[in-house]
């Protein structure tokens, strides 16, 4: 018997867990001089068991609405000054507290206990997230003239036989999203936010419902209101941009520019791709722009004759600013095309140098980030032959600072920065060096043809010696290769005291040396570097060389001991 109990307990336990929670279920009834029928309405909703609260909104009623209301036993919240039934409305659901809110309209005759359930009870039982009403009456003068073309016409996907009903409810948290007009739009303008949101709504039949007439007045106040706020939905999300002919117009226009674009893009910097697909984008792209830029023309000559404000003229420069920016962006590139262009022999050749963005981690000359190039090349000043003036991005990418030493054809040049007063990205090389590198005067090169130009010239770089640098002084000396490769670093130490550290390549199957005031310190080769280690003694002294793989690149190739000592200390003291 025992047993017998404690599984019956148990049934019971999971039965009550396995319950929905009860949901909260507030009613906002939105009055404005509703005297008459306002008692009535609050009294039906209060019958309701599962109601938890009841809430009029005056909004700013003359007559004796509060009163009645408040006799009914509803929670009264009173606005000084009439504001729109969608401005209660938005009252009445910040001042509720239900999971579950309906709004119910006060001057409805026949309301009763069965019809406001049949607004809640779907959303009860799960069945969706809003409920809005219909009736046992055709529609009314404002839906059927302007509600529903309005929406056939922008938002075709919706089906409502009376999308104006003033009668809904839905859950809290997908009310939270609706923006609550402050009129008469306030109605539509839930059932078009829910639409876009995705939140399930179902209109439901509540049967036939009393209420006065409205005037003919307050129906034209009605239908510009509920026109409004179609139309503005309709803007806000992209209805009317989908329809308009100049906007269309627009849109074409910038699409054939933006295909010269790419297809002026394609020719120049997309090499796999073959050219006769590039031009033919390029040409599509030519005559939608033609096409279009022609119809834009004609359709806004009117316009800008009917256009007499300030505001209009705005108004219209603003609607055709995407093609000004997209026509703007094509000149400057055909503008970048054409100072890249060279004529010889009746033949037409274009060649792109622009500037080159640089982020180099172990620039030797801590320029981490930089914008290099393009270089312009000028003639050496007249006292200045064995003088190269490099621009420091250049040294940058040379690997190199001021100071170095050049060796160009067996020439040696002492290398300095560019000049005070001339342009930070000018090259002055004396003929001699001009001749042996292939450049001409006035020439313009990119950045990233540098090191390709300077390539099999030796480099002698001055050492920083840091705290040594009132005994020892030196140079690492290497040739430049057109293409940076994996580089060693390595750190040279004598007596445990670290001498320099540089990186650069090794080569393989190859032998380096280093010279200490003209002799010959140490020799190791390819295999040396490869073990991680050198050691050495010179002298009395024991010396040690620390190989790394640190990730670095470099476009320093380290001379070989068959052509000369690639470190070349000399003593001071």
């Known amino acids: 018997m025992s047993w017998l109990m404690v599984i019956l ?8 867990s396995t319950k929905n929670p009860k949901k909260s279920v507030s009613i906002v009834i939105p009055a404005y001089n509703e005297e008459a029928t306002v008692a009535q309405v609050v009294s039906v909703a209060r019958k309701l068991d599962y109601v938890d609260e009841v809430i009029v909104v005056d909004d700013g009623s003359s007559d004796r609405t509060v009163e009645e209301a408040e006799g009914a036993g509803a929670t009264v919240i009173s606005h000084i000054t009439n504001e729109g039934k969608g401005s209660a409305i938005k009252t009445g659901f910040k001042n509720s507290h239900g999971d579950i809110v309906a709004f119910i309209d006060a001057d409805i005759s026949n309301f009763t206990s069965g019809k406001i359930d049949k607004i809640i009870r779907p959303i009860l039982e799960g069945k969706t997230d809003i409920t809005k009403t219909k009736f046992a009456r055709e529609s009314g003068r404002v839906t059927e003239l302007t509600a529903k073309p309005l929406l056939s016409f922008f938002f075709p996907e919706l089906n409502y036989e009376q999308p104006l009903s003033g009668q809904f409810a839905g859950k809290r948290s997908a009310l939270n999203k609706i923006k609550f007009e402050k009129d008469y739009g306030v109605d539509v303008g839930i059932v078009l936010d829910a639409d876009v949101h995705g939140i399930s709504i179902l209109e439901v039949d509540i049967g ?98 009917k256009s007499n404000t300030r505001t209009s003229l705005q108004s219209f420069v603003k609607m055709h600013f995407p093609v000004i920016v997209s026509g703007l962006i ?37 320029q981490t980030i930089s914008v290099r190039g393009p270089y312009t090349i000028d003639s050496a000043i007249e006292n200045e032959t064995g003088i190269l003036r490099i621009p420091q991005d250049a040294l940058s990418t040379l690997e190199m600072s001021e100071n170095d030493t050049m060796i160009i054809d067996g020439r040696q040049y002492y290398v300095n920065t560019t000049r005070e007063g001339d342009s930070a990205d000018t090259f002055r090389l004396p003929s001699k060096a001009r001749q042996s590198l292939g450049l001409d005067e006035r020439e313009v090169i990119p950045n990233s043809r540098i090191a390709e130009i300077f390539q099999k010239s030796i480099v002698k770089h001055n050492i920083q010696f840091n705290n040594l640098s009132d005994e020892l002084e030196g140079f690492v000396e290497f040739s430049i290769s057109p293409r940076s490769k994996n580089a060693t670093f390595f750190n040279l130490t004598l007596e445990n005291e670290s001498i320099l550290s540089s990186v650069g390549n090794f080569k393989f199957n190859s032998s380096y040396s280093i010279q200490y005031d003209g002799n010959v310190m140490c020799t190791f080769d390819y295999d040396d570097v490869e073990k991680g280690s050198f050691n050495f003694t010179y002298g009395e002294k024991d010396g040690r ?17 068959d052509k000369d000592a690639f470190v070349q200390l000399t003593s001071l003291q």
């Not at 010889?344 to 140098?353: F, P």
């Open 545 to 561: 060389i620390i190989f790394e793989d640190r990730n670095s690149t470099s476009i320093r190739n380290y001379v070989s001991s």
């Open 208 to 305: 036939d419902i009393s209420h006065d007439m409205s005037p003919l007045a307050d129906l034209n106040k009605m239908a510009n209101e509920v026109v409004r706020t179609i139309i503005d939905r309709a803007v806000d999300y992209g209805r009317v941009t989908m329809m308009d002919t100049l906007g269309n117009y627009i849109r074409m226009a910038i699409m054939g520019l933006s295909l010269i674009i790419l297809g002026l893009f394609m020719i120049f910097f997309v090499p796999f791709i073959p050219l006769l697909i590039s031009v033919f984008v390029s040409f599509v792209g030519v005559v939608l722009t033609v096409l279009y830029i022609v119809k834009i023309i004609k359709r806004s000559i009117p316009i800008l004759r």
């Open 330 to 366: 094509l000149v400057l590139m055909l503008s970048t095309f054409l100072s890249a262009a060279t004529f010889n022999d009746g033949k037409i050749s274009v060649e792109l140098t622009s500037r080159n963005f640089v982020y180099a981690p172990s620039d030797v000359n801590q």
């Open 9 to 16: 307990v148990f049934l019971l336990a999971s039965i009550k």
